[in-house]
Nanobody
């Protein structure tokens, strides 16, 4: 059973920064891709950023230039460095880990950005 542990969320003022992390455990197979998604109250869950095993990244337009996704393959960990945070970034952020045949989601971590 794969388990994802997320951390790094919290309350920050607009313009501040947070660094989210997500570590996968419980599988002996290599992770193909990892990513971050977010869901604000009353809205659908949207992609924030993804990164492949080879390091290719993809960002949503609203986050490009402010957020940076990275991964440590040896530690099975994905990070999301969030800079210049805006109130619109407030959401529950979910880690997603994709194996060859299965996807797994973290429990979510709350990010709140005050104005």
């Amino acid at each position: 059973q794969v388990q994802l542990v997320e951390s790094g969320g919290g309350l920050v003022q607009a313009g501040g920064s947070l660094r989210l992390s997500c570590t996968a455990s419980g599988s002996g197979f290599a992770i193909n891709a990892m990513g971050w998604y977010r869901q604000a109250p009353g809205k659908q869950r949207d992609l924030v950023a993804t990164i492949t095993e080879g390091g290719r990244t993809n960002y949503a337009d609203s986050e490009k230039g402010r957020f940076d996704i990275s991964r440590d393959n040896a530690k099975n960990t994905v990070y999301l460095q969030m800079n210049s945070l805006k109130p619109d970034d407030t959401a529950v952020y979910y880690c997603k880990v994709s194996y060859l045949w299965c996807d797994y989601w973290g429990q979510g971590t709350q990010v709140t950005v005050s104005s």
